[in-house]
């Protein structure tokens, strides 16, 4: 049997599948049945943090809030947009080490805060993070 390359974090955002949106049959998690709901990719969450603007800090809530408008659904995943969000924040990182610079990068200080689900479970320490947040005078 042939040893599969483990996927990077940066192959992991580009290899999405395509969003969809789902009509939901019964309630998961905080939306309730008959909903639209997308299902979006990593790369539509990469997408939006990119176009967030230097100094302001959106939470997961406006995003996913956001993102449903855009795909005209009623909600956002929930589950998928954590896992996403995720993605992109360990490719941001794994970027940040092979030296790309600052300006280039996805700028997920600014949707990753200290009581953000996502910065529990990101891989890299969450000074990273903190740091730029501190830089750009974000709480």
């Known amino acids: 049997m042939a040893n599969k390359k483990m996927k990077t974090w940066n192959d992991k955002l580009t290899d999405g599948k395509p969003h969809h949106v789902k009509k939901l049959d019964k309630k ?4 309730p049945e008959n909903s639209r709901m997308l299902v979006a990719n990593p790369q539509i969450f990469e997408d939006y943090i990119r176009a967030i ?15 449903a408008r855009e795909y005209i659904a009623d909600h956002t995943c929930p589950v998928t947009t954590g896992m ?3 993605i992109v ?3 941001t990182y794994e970027q940040f080490l092979q030296g790309v610079p600052e300006e280039q990068l996805t700028p997920v200080w ?4 200290a009581k953000s689900s996502v910065a529990k479970k990101i ?4 000074e990273w993070i903190a740091e730029r947040r ?3 005078g974000l709480q």
């Open 28 to 31: 998961f998690v905080d939306i």
């Open 53 to 67: 603007p230097y100094g302001k800090s959106v939470s997961l809530k406006e995003i996913r809030s956001d993102l």
């Open 84 to 86: 996403f969000v995720r």
């Open 89 to 91: 924040a360990e490719a």
């Open 110 to 113: 600014r949707v990753i805060d």
């Open 123 to 126: 891989s890299f320490p969450f």
């Open 134 to 136: 501190a830089k750009e």
